[in-house]
Nanobody, 118 residues
C-alpha cells in the first residue's frame, strides 16, 4: 500500500503562484509514476501533470507552460509549482500514483483545495 498526502493549497489572486506537495509513504519502492489531477465543481476530473521515476514529465494542455511538476525520489515526494494562476485553475487537486507495470493510478490522496480569485 501507498499513502499520499497533499499540502500547499490555498487562496490566491489571479496571476499568483502556489506550490503543492505530495508526500508518499508505505511501499514507495513500487511506485513508478506520480501525477496530479484536479476536479472543479460540476466538472470531470482532469489530468494536470505526471512525473516518471526517471524524471520524464508530461502535462495536460491547459497548464503547459504555467505549471511545473518535479519529484524527489529520496524524499518520496512530488511537487507541483503553479504559476500565472487563473480563476479557471480553481479546483481540488489530487495526487495519484501508479505501481510499476500496472498502467493505472491505484493510489490517491485526499485532495487539496486551490482557489484563484479574479
Amino acid at each position: 500500500q501507498v499513502q499520499l498526502i497533499e499540502s500547499g493549497g490555498g487562496l490566491v489572486q489571479a496571476g499568483g503562484s502556489l506550490r503543492l506537495t505530495c508526500a508518499a509513504s508505505g511501499h514507495t519502492a513500487s511506485v513508478s509514476l506520480m501525477g496530479w489531477f484536479r476536479q472543479a465543481p460540476g466538472k470531470e476530473r482532469e489530468f494536470v501533470a505526471a512525473n516518471w521515476r526517471d524524471g520524464k514529465t508530461f502535462y495536460g494542455g491547459s497548464v503547459k507552460g504555467r505549471f511545473t511538476i518535479s519529484r524527489d525520489n529520496a524524499k518520496n515526494a512530488v511537487y507541483l509549482q503553479m504559476n500565472s494562476l487563473k480563476p479557471e485553475d480553481t479546483a481540488v487537486y489530487y495526487c495519484a500514483a501508479q505501481r510499476i507495470g500496472t498502467g493505472k493510478y491505484e493510489y490517491w490522496g485526499q485532495g487539496t483545495q486551490v482557489t484563484v480569485t479574479s
